[in-house]
């Protein structure tokens, strides 16, 4: 897990590759799925969240990730105690995925050490991984209720808002190669 350092000139410095990154070498960490760490460098205090606010305030100034705006503002609204159960509820799925690659990387091991065939491990590895607790289901209903009082969009609804904004668009997109045929075809039998 890459460690970051933040100095006081602002600067960060990846202490794993040993060099300074910016906002954006972070956010293309996040991307490939690195699980970054953001330290002072005077205080040693975990800053990760607050950079990580930083580098969604950076999209969204410069290329405008299209969150829209009722979600930000939830987000700033919301009372410590909606921010406490929305944490609680993440930060299980979190921890599942840090296990699982925990797990997936310690079979690894013992596949190269040569204590159990490749074979047998993927076999192990399998069941261990399918193994793992199911969420609550009234932790997720808590969740929904959460976010419909505040009004913010479940992932579902976004979801087939984006679906049917990429089936709007291709329309669009369909009707302006048809109206730029119809110009040709007048300009051509003129």
Do not use: W
């Not at 300074?20 to 991307?31: C, E, H, K, P, Q």
């Not at 969604?56 to 987000?75: D, H, Y």
């Not at 091991?109 to 491990?121: A, F, P, T």
């Not at 997720?140 to 089936?167: C, F, S």
């Amino acid at each position: 897990m890459p460690i970051i350092k933040r100095y006081n000139n602002r600067k960060l410095y990846d202490t794993h590759a040993k060099r300074y990154v910016t906002l954006f070498d972070l956010a293309d960490m996040i991307r490939r799925g690195d699980d970054i760490t953001v330290l002072d460098h005077t205080s040693g205090e975990d800053i990760s969240g607050q950079i990580q606010a930083q580098i969604i305030f950076e999209q969204e100034r410069q290329e405008g990730s299209g969150l829209p705006n009722t979600v930000l503002t939830n987000i700033i609204q919301a009372s410590n105690q909606t921010l406490k159960q929305l944490r609680n509820t993440v930060l299980p799925f979190d921890a599942t995925a840090r296990m699982d690659s925990e797990i997936e990387r310690r079979m690894m091991l013992l596949i190269e050490r040569g204590d159990v065939s490749k074979k047998q491990g993927m076999q192990i590895l399998e069941k261990l991984l399918a193994a793992r607790p199911e969420p609550h289901p009234s932790e997720e209903l808590k969740i929904e209720r959460a976010l419909e009082k505040r009004g913010t969009p479940t992932r579902n609804q976004i979801e087939d808002l984006a679906a049917q904004l990429a089936e709007l668009k291709q329309q669009v997109e369909t009707l302006n190669a048809k109206t730029k045929r119809k110009k040709r075809g007048a300009k051509n039998g003129n």
